[in-house]
């Protein structure tokens, strides 16, 4: 994890090692890791690979201080549209395989949060996990659907966040080093399949900033863990609720 230039040389190697050591614990509970398709510190600045990843809503993503950094769009392009406006920085990686496991780090800076972001997704509408005062709430199928909720878990602002992520079939488990582990089943996970702007996405806060690193994206196995069966009976039970209708075909 590279850390901004703000802060003294000396310091820079301790917390580094801190922060890599709080994503390499995290080890997976579902899946078996298989094929690496993208992996990336972001190391070398300039511009983001295109072929990974792709910019949402006309925000301004670029490569800088060991960081993939996302921007809102300028306002130059926000007085040209009627809608997605880009107001907070979105992104994702349609590189992304279906069955996935993921690891990344992430940080929302400045800016203010809004009842839909921030928020990490996995397959556009079809897994979003959205962090705010209020904790965690993991929504499915389009945010009509509250699957998992975390209250007592309320993200810092500034603070990297490290997660492991694994999505096969109907189910997928979120990690986050120093927090909670999150569970859920739907239906609608089965179609996250990669492509156009589905896959791992993120959007920030509204005016803020996001910095994304040390990018991990795998295939999986056909097999699950052996000790999977009984992680996945420890998970407390939850009953989805529904939070909004879904929209009319």
């Given at each position: 994890?590279?850390?901004?230039?703000?802060?003294?040389?000396?310091?820079?190697?301790?917390?580094?090692?801190?922060?890599?050591?709080?994503?390499?614990?995290?080890?997976?509970?579902?899946?078996?890791?298989?094929?690496?398709?993208?992996?990336?510190?972001?190391?070398?600045?300039?511009?983001?690979?295109?072929?990974?990843?792709?910019?949402?809503?006309?925000?301004?993503?670029?490569?800088?201080?060991?960081?993939?950094?996302?921007?809102?769009?300028?306002?130059?392009?926000?007085?040209?549209?009627?809608?997605?406006?880009?107001?907070?920085?979105?992104?994702?990686?349609?590189?992304?395989?279906?069955?996935?496991?993921?690891?990344?780090?992430?940080?929302?800076?400045?800016?203010?949060?809004?009842?839909?972001?921030?928020?990490?997704?996995?397959?556009?509408?079809?897994?979003?996990?959205?962090?705010?005062?209020?904790?965690?709430?993991?929504?499915?199928?389009?945010?009509?659907?509250?699957?998992?909720?975390?209250?007592?878990?309320?993200?810092?602002?500034?603070?990297?966040?490290h997660f492991l992520v694994e999505?096969?079939?109907?189910?997928?488990?979120?990690?986050?080093?120093?927090?909670?582990?999150?569970?859920?089943?739907?239906?609608?996970?089965?179609?996250?399949?990669?492509?156009?702007?589905?896959?791992?996405?993120?959007?920030?806060?509204?005016?803020?900033?996001?910095?994304?690193?040390?990018?991990?994206?795998?295939?999986?196995?056909?097999?699950?863990?052996?000790?999977?069966?009984?992680?996945?009976?420890?998970?407390?039970?939850?009953?989805?609720?529904?939070?909004?209708?879904?929209?009319?075909?």
């Amino acid at each position: 994890m590279k850390l901004s230039i703000v802060f003294l040389s000396l310091v820079i190697p301790c917390v580094t090692a801190v922060l890599a050591e709080d994503l390499a614990e995290l080890k997976p509970l579902m899946t078996v890791p298989d094929q690496v398709v993208l992996q990336d510190d972001f190391s070398q600045p300039g511009p983001f690979n295109k072929k990974h990843w792709g910019a949402r809503q006309g925000t301004q993503w670029k490569v800088e201080e060991g960081v993939l950094r996302g921007r809102p769009s300028t306002p130059e392009y926000q007085a040209k549209k009627k809608d997605h406006f880009g107001y907070e920085p979105r992104i994702s990686a349609p590189i992304t395989p279906s069955p996935f496991m993921a690891k990344f780090s992430v940080r929302f800076t400045g800016g203010s949060e809004t009842n839909i972001v921030p928020f990490v997704e996995f397959g556009h509408h079809v897994c979003r996990l959205r962090l705010s005062a209020d904790g965690l709430e993991l929504l499915a199928d389009g945010e009509t659907v509250r699957v998992a909720q975390v209250k007592e878990f309320k993200p810092e602002p500034s603070k990297w966040l490290h997660f492991l992520v694994e999505m096969k079939g109907d189910e997928v488990v979120i990690q986050i080093a120093g927090g909670p582990t999150l569970h859920a089943r739907h239906e609608c996970f089965a179609k996250a399949v990669a492509s156009g702007g589905n896959g791992l996405g993120f959007a920030g806060p509204k005016g803020g900033m996001v910095e994304i690193d040390d990018v991990t994206l795998s295939t999986v196995k056909a097999e699950e863990l052996p000790t999977w069966k009984a992680r996945r009976a420890a998970f407390p039970p939850f009953t989805p609720l529904e939070v909004k209708a879904k929209k009319a075909k």
